[in-house]
């Protein structure tokens, strides 16, 4: 586990790096095909996409810097530093976005399609961001526990420092002498995303199967990512815990982090929604769809 993949002079190729590019290029030709399948132009929805990918990278940067500020104290201008990791997925959601709703204003796209059809890509992204985060060790580190799943990082994950016992932030390691650092056993919680990202996928799938208006699959998919993720990923990382209401250090549980807090109004939004998508989905007529800016119909209405 080392998170260089090549290293020629002052240039490095790290893993977390590779994987997210693999992911954007697959998210891209997934989306296309099934807007394709829709009656949708899929060319159109990469003009828009490309520069949603390029926002909801500057969204999850920021989103991570302020709820992570622990982890630039030292040196601020690491905050730049992208390709060693460290990425807040809601923050990546929010940014993205913006493309989208600004085109929806200007040209009408059918927005709701094309955040649909985004869902199995940035799924296959959760995947992606979580085996760089392997790779890269000290990201999304989990708290030491004694359960009997804890995990011990090798002496050969050289990007992972090891953990302090009794912080409750990975980056507070450089206050803790190099002889009490210990590398486990903490929960795998970078193991946890990758699962959360492969039942998101199939999900996805099983949602786009059922021919549910347009949006339905979005907001299913911010419901279950944030449950899921709070529950089984931000319960177990060590994280600062923004309201202590609950910490329990030998198994490694800590309530709540800024995720699970910011969580909660996006799961009640995304139950208000569901609640409203009525109908089922109405692709254009195959003649219109090319260069369409054919609009969504509202979910419990037809056109």
Known sequence: MDPILVEIGSLQIRWYGLFLVLAIFASFEIAKRILKSWGFDPDRFEQIAFWAVIWGVIGARLGYVLTSPGDFS?????????WQGGLSFHGAIIGGLIPFIYHYY????????????????????????????IMNG???????????????WPASASGFPGVCPGINDISEVVRCAPEALVRGPVHFTQLYGVLIGLVLLLLSIYWLRQNRAYGYVFWQFVLW???LRSVFEETFRLNPLWIK???????????????QIISIPLIALAIFFLMRWKGS???PPAAASVGSSARPSTPGKKR
């Not at 209401?245 to 995720?259: P, S, W």
């Open 106 to 133: 200007r040209s009408k796209i059918p927005v709701w399609a094309y955040l649909d059809a985004v869902v199995p890509g940035v799924a296959v992204g959760i995947v992606a961001g979580r085996l760089g985060n």
């Open 281 to 283: 989905r109405e692709n």
């Open 225 to 227: 990512y944030s449950l």
């Open 245 to 259: 209401v609950y910490l329990n250090e030998q198994a490694g549980i800590g309530l709540f982090t800024a995720t």
């Open 74 to 82: 030292s040196n601020p201008i690491s905050a730049l530093y992208i």
């Open 138 to 152: 000290s990201d999304t580190v989990g708290r030491l526990t004694n359960w009997p799943i804890g995990f011990t």
